[in-house]
């Protein structure tokens, strides 16, 4: 292969050249040239089941494209950076319409009458259902999540007849009709599963787990796991406008520089989240999109459970210290955005939003000073070596900082199989970094997983009396009440002071693109391979 | 009746010899991969499971029973062939196994074979020829192949080979995309597509192999020459050399019946050696050039505590060590046949 003929060229030269090739004789339509997009990946897609357990995050990809919802989220611009998911704009994807009760305890969805599954059969109400159920009912990480949107038990959903689905709510939440649009609740050819259900699997779990039976716009051509997962497009689909591209090819490469290197000869047409070096490096010879992470925060965490960091004066002394454009010049090279010198007046409902502190010293020194530890202590700062990419620098830097303030800090580096263990779930580190995000986009849902005593990602052991009340009550509040805006004001008021996490900076998934339009970032920081269009 | 096939008596000998050593490896790694730090019920019970989830998980994965009942039921899984269910790749241990310890044989393999073919010539020359250049520039390959880490050497030929001259296939692993891998029947694709008769595969599965391949001869290749000229040298300064020579046998015979022959044992014991330290090089060789080998699976399994994987992962390697010491010892007795198998 030299300059002239790269592969899409090879391609576009249609079947004179490559109909010997077997990948022709066994998949003809990729002779068409642009109908095929190449994707390299570092992750590992291990199963095609997203509700099965152990399920990698790469996975979710097969629950996006090969599966529909009833609902999706819209699209909008995000200025500099491509298209992104709009939280705030919730459309069709298998339902047709919908409509919530006047007490909000009841949601009716009416079917897309001409959506089918791919072996044909109509998409009716009954299979909405026990997708439902699967999702509630098989633990885990699904039903988590199925319960962030008040959705809790099999019989809270009701087949009303074919093209009818009724949700019934314990209590009416804004978060519900967001929740529906998360890749968790998709709908599963209920007749085809069942078909391979066993006493032991009445959720059919091993067969989906290597076999999709779905609705949505791809089916899986083939799965190598650990090689790569082949996309065929569904020409049926309904769930929204039909996808650009025939066959999407999703090839896992672990080295990140060899990815880089296919990206930049444009033999892939997109790199997924690359380093935050490769895309600065990137940036100049093709489309690198790097969208800030909605509702993630890099996070340094002083733990409360250490005696030290029960004192706010050391507290605020570690966020005036630390080197805020450093780290994220370090550990991010730019990419994201800076969460530092913003004004302490709090006058939106913006989050993740610009801390009051900054990098000064004096400040800092003298907040010591004022504390019960103005001599200093030794603290060790834990990060995770699967993280290390950002975590290592940023406890490098920090380890300087506070080493000029009197705190002695030592870098202990916890494997990856140990590090959730030990920091969400004993939450027994007393100092450490953190990178949460929430999938779905209101502050109280960031806080109710971050701030609140004993949720899972408050691995600093916070426990504030108001802050909880305030959590409890905006959670499902809808975001116009007039109520909403002055409680979550509070609540940013509260845990900015009181500073259990201290905002480092808020992170960006990368992607570079070298022959495809179309890349839309997601919250669930996963490839949609739907809206890709070759050029 | 096994009397009358001596060889073949040893070599059961020897397999049942394997078969403590085999008890040892399966205990071994049960109790250190329970060792391993981490919680894998809490890894794979996901992102943001509760403390009910992660039970659930840990009940599902058979991890709340005590020790000595998980591992009666690992035994008695082992005795039916099941190697268990490897939770990071969601399949059975086993079939990972077959479908990714081919690529990493086929791999070593071939850059084992690349290495002796040139290490071999290099080594008997640099012996006959001590002091010239082709001595130098054996010292010269042998000090690159070894200095440089394989991880690098990839990156460098994928560098020049594809990314600056565009020669090379992109690195994608082991069959371009635009194949489809051959009808699995050894796992070896050029086998496989061999096999098939079909020569476009076996063309672009030879392609994808060529940078790796090399990669990893560059590195063994090093100990294989150096321990070829060491050999050369001792035996062609040894009593017998000298009375063949005087003997008037040709430098042909001298350098090959005798001197070479003499040299192959030290060099086949080091190429046993190199085969097992080239199969824990590959993870770096197989991350550089996405190829979906062993070494990489074993690792990722590590990272996770993902017990099954992991332990069949070593009971793998242990049976394939043993298999290769078996026909490591046997080659020995081929080139020299002074070694029985009774001497040892």
Known sequence: ?????????????????????????????????????????????????????????????????????????????????????????????????????????????????????????????????????????????????????????????????????????????????????????????????????????????????TTPAGSGAYKVARWNPGEQLVYERNDDWVGGPLPAAQRVIIREVPSPATRRALVERGDVQVAFNIPDKDAA??????????????????????????????????????????PYEDIFQAAAFGRGLPLWGGSEEITDTAWPRKTQYYTDLDKAKEHMAKSGYAEGFDVPLSISLDLASWMEPTALLVQEALGKIGINVTIEKIPGANWRTAVLVEKRLPLHLENFGGWLNTPDYYFFWAYKDGHLFNSSNYRNEEIEALVDATLHMPMDDPEYAPQIKRMFEIALDELPRIPLYQPALNVATNGAEGYEFWFHRQLDARVLKAV | MLTSYPRLRAILLRVAQAVPVVVGVVVISFLLTRALPGDPAVYFAGVAADEASIEETRVAMGLDKPLPVQFVRYVGDLLQGD??????????????????????????????????????????????????????????????????????????????????????????????????????????????????????????????????????????????????????????????????????????????????????????????????????????????????????????????????????????????????????????????????????
């Open chain 1, 1 to 209: 292969m030299t300059d002239q003929t790269s592969r899409r060229n090879f391609l576009k030269m249609g079947a004179a050249g490559a109909s010997m090739l077997p990948f022709l004789r066994v998949m003809p339509a990729a002779a068409q040239g642009n109908d095929t997009l190449v994707v390299v990946t570092g992750a590992t897609i291990n199963s095609l089941d997203l509700h099965r357990t152990g399920t990698s995050r790469a996975s979710y990809q097969v629950g996006i494209n090969c599966y529909d919802r009833l609902l999706t989220f819209g699209t909008k611009e995000v200025p500099g950076n491509g298209l992104s998911y709009d939280y705030s704009v919730v459309e069709p994807e298998l339902a047709e319409s919908w409509s919530v009760s006047d007490d909000g305890m009841t949601l009716t969805f009416k079917l897309k009458p001409n959506a089918t599954f791919w072996d044909g059969r109509k998409v009716t109400a009954a299979d909405v259902k026990w997708s439902f159920d699967r999702a509630v009912s098989v633990g885990g990480f699904p039903t988590v999540q199925m319960k962030a949107g008040g959705l809790e038990r099999p019989e809270q959903f009701i087949a009303e007849d074919d093209a009818t689905f009724v949700i019934k709510l314990d209590r009416p939440s804004k978060l519900t009709i967001p929740d529906l649009a998360v890749p968790v609740p998709y709908i599963i050819n209920s007749v085809e599963a069942l078909e391979h259900a066993t006493d032991d699997d009445p959720w059919a779990l091993e067969y989906l787990h």
């Open chain 1, 281 to 322: 490096e990137l940036a100049e010879t093709l489309d690198v999109f790097s969208t800030p992470v909605e509702n993630c925060i890099h996070c340094l965490c002083p733990n409360f459970a250490f005696e030290p960091f029960q004192d706010p004066d050391v507290r605020k002394a570690i966020a005036y210290a630390v």
């Open chain 2, 83 to 344: 190697l268990g269910q490897s939770l990071s790749s969601g399949r059975p241990v086993a079939t990972d196994l077959a479908s990714r310890l081919p690529a990493s044989l086929e791999l070593t393999l071939t850059a084992l074979i690349l290495a002796v073919v040139i290490a071999v010539p290099l080594g008997v020359l640099a012996a006959t020829r001590p002091g010239t250049w082709v001595d130098h520039l054996c010292r010269v390959v042998v000090t690159a192949g070894v200095s440089l880490p394989t991880f690098f050497t990839g990156i460098l030929l994928i560098y020049i080979f594809y990314y600056l001259l565009g020669i090379a296939p992109s690195p994608l692993g082991r069959l371009d995309f635009i194949y489809l891998s051959p009808d699995h029947v050894t796992g070896f694709y050029l086998i496989d597509a061999a096999l098939m008769g079909d020569w476009e595969t076996w063309r672009g599965a030879a392609k994808q192999l060529v940078l790796p391949a090399a990669t990893l001869a560059l590195f063994t290749l090093a100990p294989i020459a150096r321990m070829t000229r060491a050999a050369m040298l001792t035996a062609l300064s040894s009593d017998f050399i000298r009375t063949a020579r005087a003997a008037g046998l040709s430098r042909r015979a001298v350098l090959y019946r005798y001197a070479l022959r003499n040299a192959l044992l030290p060099v086949v014991t080091t190429l046993g050696m190199v085969f097992s330290f080239a199969l824990g090089a590959n993870v770096l060789v197989e991350k550089v050039f996405a190829w979906p080998g062993i070494g990489s699976y074993a690792v990722e399994a590590l990272v996770v505590s993902d017990y099954a994987a992991v332990q069949g992962f070593v009971l793998a390697m242990a049976l394939l060590f043993v298999l290769l010491n078996l026909v490591v010892d046997l080659l020995y007795t081929a080139i020299d046949p002074r070694i029985g198998f009774d001497a040892k």
